[in-house]
């Protein structure tokens, strides 16, 4: 399987199993806790401001890992405030976005797998055997990204 194809199935698992998934609740101590007086010789420290993030943020997030190998970023800075539902949407828009490409690329495997299986074994080893000694640039006059399919996948 190439990495566009993982890619899809990783992501429609993380999308299957945030569907079905908890989040935790907060743990943290929410006790009202006594706030210093500033006295009037030292000066009050400006607070640092925490980054907000937008749906948009977490959006371009999904998609960078997308394109770069998909992993659950729902715990990431970007798409930390987002709700289970919002961040399972939002991964598959992109898993939507990409649905023609994603297809096209099925397609094309599934016609290399037939022409593959319609091979004899003793080729295929013979192949095989090639692209393993010499690298997938050695069996042409198969493309190179034919030639790293069947070696990934076949041999």
Do not use: H
């Amino acid at each position: 399987m190439n990495t566009r194809a993982t890619a899809c199935a990783a992501l429609l698992a993380l999308a299957a199993a945030l569907t079905t998934g908890c989040s935790g609740g907060d743990t943290s101590d929410n006790a009202a806790k006594p706030t210093p007086t500033p006295s009037a010789t030292s000066p009050t420290p400006s607070p640092t401001p925490t980054p907000t993030y937008t749906e948009a943020d977490c959006l371009a997030l999904v998609e960078e890992t997308y394109e770069t190998g998909p992993r659950d970023v729902s715990n990431d800075p970007e798409c930390a405030a987002l709700t289970q539902e919002q961040y399972t949407d939002l991964v598959g828009t992109v898993i939507g976005d990409n649905t023609d490409e994603i297809m096209e690329q099925a397609e094309t495997e599934a016609i290399w797998d037939t022409a593959w299986d319609d091979i004899d074994p003793e080729p295929q080893t013979a192949i095989c055997d090639v692209m393993l000694t010499e690298g997938p640039e050695a069996a042409a006059p198969l493309t190179l990204e034919q030639a790293q399919y069947f070696l990934d996948n076949k041999c």
